[in-house]
Structures are given as structure tokens and as C-alpha cells.
């Protein structure tokens, strides 16, 4: 039976290290309380995951071993992304995690002992409700996470499938980093409150620049612009796959340390790219609109438009990885000579002139390792930062980001020190148990 202690709000924000909710979350947590069908709208990076979880917890009944909350995101990362900080929480309750990727029988021996919270892409819960593995008829509250974009991605019959199920008498809270001005019929409400936060924004310090170069060395001036960022945060957005392994390819020819993504990746590559880039192992990022939201990756200083997006709305979201409150940051358009502006860019925009020649920068100062334990065998990021500093010889400033997934590990080290620290914990154990640690590939 799930139990919960006597936890409060400010319990919950110190377990996660805030100390104050911004004016949109205070405003959703009030009204999702009072209202039953609710909408927040709000830009990438805002906190609206907070936003939500917080009512998600707060409507909880202790000691009911049923699935309560079902929470609906149109990405895997973010999937993962949401489960981390409900879990950061601390509630005790049992969340769960579903999405395509993951083995469907680990699924369901999670569901052994029912979870409170199921977080899902629409496509597996589709699945998972088909097969009957859990009870949809006590879940009194639905999230629909980035709606917009679920949609956009089209999710709707698969979402149609979940909502069938469910019994209708659910409170429901949407998110959306866009107006939405018609509902699915697949809702079964067709009136909601809303709460819009999408013009008061702190304005952001964006400057955009244009490169311009002929079409056949096109790739090539891509990675002369973003050479000269000298290992600088960047993130190269991409329309099609295709162009993201195309740019990689160059980029992997010259050893120019990058990351990519898209969704032909299986996930466990997905994961370590993106650990790689949050851990400083990699300082590039080649992707599609699959990054341009709701993903956890820090702030970046260069966002570069190697292909443009067909609406104006993607290409804000793209945009919005940059300049977040009060930073400055850049984004730069790789113009063809056969391409234009799109219409939806009216801004004053700054021709940059690149060094004909390609001048790489050093490598990046961390380098991610591997190791084949994780939360599943009981290993924590305390363990492994106690291995790394007293069998690898490292000071705390040496080590970087520490992750740990169910069956495995990743830590950011200083690259300078890689070669002592793999010799120093060569056959060491975790928790005693004999683990592989290498560089991760």
C-alpha cells in the first residue's frame, strides 16, 4: 500500500533546491485546485513541469494502491525528463515510466504493484491500455504535457484510444507553448479555463545573424561558423535526419566532438548523446525539432538554422533554447545562395563573414565515462563520485555531471585526467559489484 508523509509544498521545492515558485506556477497550482479542465500556455523553459506536478501530487489520495495520475508526453526524453523530477520530489509515491524503446515486459512487471503516476507517450500507453495492464478507471487526473506539439506529431489517434478508456470524470490540466483555438472531439470537455503567460515574458536579448555561402560548400561553412564558437554551447537545428547524419559525418572526419539526435536514434543513443552534451563531454548538438522543446539540455549560446522551419511558431521554440530572461544569445541562418528568408522573419539581421580556413578549437575540457551499474543495482551519484575521487584521485571540480539510469552510469570528468582516473579504478567495485568503466563511446 503507497503511504505519504505529512510532506508540504516548501518540503517538496528544498527536496529539489528552489526556494520560490515564479507567478506562473503559483497562478496554475491555485487554479488547477478549482478548476477541472484547465490550460496553461506558456513558453520552452518557463517551469511549467513544476506547474504540474505539484497539483498532480497535491490531488493525491494516501494509501490507495491504484493508478491515480496519468501524465501524456509526445517524446520519450521527455517522458524520462518529467519522471527525474517527480522522483526528485521525494513523495513516495510510485511513478512509472512508458514509452517505445523500452521493453514492453519491463513495463509490465513495473506494474506489479500498481504506481500512483504513469508518465507515457501516447503510442505506448495506446498499447499498454489495449493489453488491459492496468486500471484506467481510477485515475482522477490527466496531464497532457507539450498538447500542442503531441498533436502537431500526430498523436491523435492514439490518444483517442487512451481517452476512450479513461471514464471521463477526470480533472484534466493541458499544457502548450501555443494557442490552441479548437479542442480534439476526442476531450471529453469542450470548455477550459486558461492561463496564458505568452506575452509576459522577460523580453530576450536575441541577435540574429546570416551566413551566407553557395550551395555545394554548405555543410563545409556550417562547420567553419560553428569552429569558430570555440566550444561555446551550440545547437545546429536540422529539418530531416538526413541532414543531421550528412553534417555529422563531416563533423566525425575532422574529430570535431559532437552530439546528435533524431528520432530514427534508438533511445539508448539518444540518452547518451544527450548526457553527453548536458555533461560537457560534447559542446555540439546536430538535431531535429526534436530539441527544440522539452528537453532538460542547459542554456545555450549559439542556436544555428541550418535548415529553416516551415511556421514561425517552430521557429520560436528553436529560438527559445538561447537568450532565456536576462542572457544574450545568438542565432544564425546557414543561407544558400538559392535560399530567402522565410516571410515570418522581419528582424534586423547581421551578415557574419567566416575565416576561410577551418580552424578547429581544442577539445572539450570533460569527457564522459561509462559504467555498467545503476539505480537498478542499488548504485547512487554518491557512490560514484566516492569511487572517482578515492580510487581515481579526483577533486570535486574534476568530476562534472553524474547520471545514473536503471543498468548503467555516465560521469563527466576532466578530460586531462582521464588516462589516471581509468587506471586507478580498474577493477574496483560498486556496491560489490564487479562493474565495466571505460570512456563511453
Known amino acids: 500500500m503507497q503511504t505519504t508523509s505529512n510532506a508540504t509544498q516548501a518540503d517538496y521545492l528544498k527536496n529539489i533546491g528552489i526556494e520560490t515558485l515564479n507567478p506562473m506556477q503559483l497562478e496554475t497550482i491555485a487554479k488547477a485546485a478549482t478548476n477541472p479542465n484547465l490550460m496553461l500556455i506558456a513558453p520552452t523553459g518557463t517551469g511549467k513541469t513544476l506547474a504540474f506536478l505539484l497539483p498532480v501530487v497535491q490531488g493525491m489520495r494516501p494509501g490507495k494502491d491504484e493508478v491515480q495520475a496519468l501524465i501524456i508526453v509526445p517524446s520519450r526524453e521527455l517522458a524520462l525528463q518529467i519522471e527525474q523530477v517527480f522522483r526528485s520530489l521525494k513523495t513516495n509515491y510510485k511513478v512509472c515510466c512508458f514509452y517505445g524503446g523500452h521493453a514492453m515486459k519491463i513495463e509490465e512487471s513495473s506494474l ?109 561553412s556550417l562547420m567553419r561558423l560553428v569552429a569558430g564558437f570555440n566550444q561555446e554551447l551550440c545547437l545546429v537545428f536540422c529539418n530531416h535526419r538526413e541532414a543531421v547524419d550528412r553534417i555529422s559525418a563531416l563533423f566525425t572526419s575532422h574529430n570535431f566532438a559532437h552530439g546528435i539526435l533524431h528520432g530514427a536514434l534508438e533511445q539508448i543513443d539518444r540518452e547518451k548523446n544527450l548526457i553527453k552534451f548536458r555533461s560537457g563531454a560534447c559542446n555540439v548538438l546536430i538535431a531535429t525539432d526534436l530539441a527544440s522543446r522539452g528537453l532538460d539540455i542547459p542554456e545555450i549560446k549559439h542556436i544555428v538554422h541550418y535548415q529553416f522551419p516551415q511556421q514561425r511558431d517552430a521557429f520560436i521554440h528553436r529560438n527559445g533554447r538561447t537568450a532565456r530572461m536576462h542572457a544574450e544569445g545568438q542565432a544564425y541562418f546557414v543561407l544558400a545562395d538559392d ?84 587506471m586507478g579504478i580498474k577493477n574496483e567495485k560498486l556496491k560489490k559489484i564487479k562493474v565495466k568503466i571505460e570512456e563511453a563511446s
Not at 551519484?381 to 545514473?404: E, F, N, S, V, Y
Request: with cysteine.
Open 112 to 220: 506489479s504493484t500498481s504506481p500512483a503516476v504513469i508518465i507515457g507517450t501516447p503510442g505506448r500507453l495506446a498499447d499498454h491500455i489495449t493489453r488491459k495492464t492496468f486500471d484506467t478507471r481510477t485515475i482522477r487526473l490527466v496531464v497532457l504535457d507539450e498538447f500542442d506539439k503531441t498533436l502537431q506529431m500526430g498523436f491523435e489517434p492514439q490518444l483517442a484510444v487512451v481517452f476512450k478508456s479513461l471514464t471521463g470524470k477526470q480533472n484534466h490540466l493541458l499544457t502548450s507553448a501555443t494557442s490552441m483555438d479548437a479542442l480534439p472531439s476526442f476531450l471529453p470537455f469542450s470548455r477550459l479555463e486558461r492561463i496564458s503567460y505568452l506575452n509576459d515574458t522577460v523580453p530576450t536579448r536575441l541577435k540574429l545573424k546570416s551566413v551566407h555561402t553557395p550551395s555545394t560548400d554548405k555543410v563545409e
Open 339 to 422: 535560399e530567402v528568408l522565410p516571410p515570418y522573419i522581419d528582424d534586423d539581421i547581421t551578415e557574419v563573414k567566416l575565416n576561410p580556413k577551418l580552424v578547429l578549437p581544442a577539445p572539450p575540457e570533460f569527457v564522459c565515462i561509462y559504467i555498467s551499474a545503476g539505480k537498478k543495482d542499488k548504485v547512487s551519484k554518491g557512490d560514484i563520485a566516492g569511487l572517482l575521487m578515492k580510487k581515481g584521485g579526483l577533486t570535486p571540480d574534476q568530476i562534472g555531471l553524474i547520471t545514473t539510469l536503471d543498468h548503467a552510469s555516465y560521469a563527466g570528468i576532466q578530460r586531462t585526467a582521464l588516462k589516471q582516473t581509468l
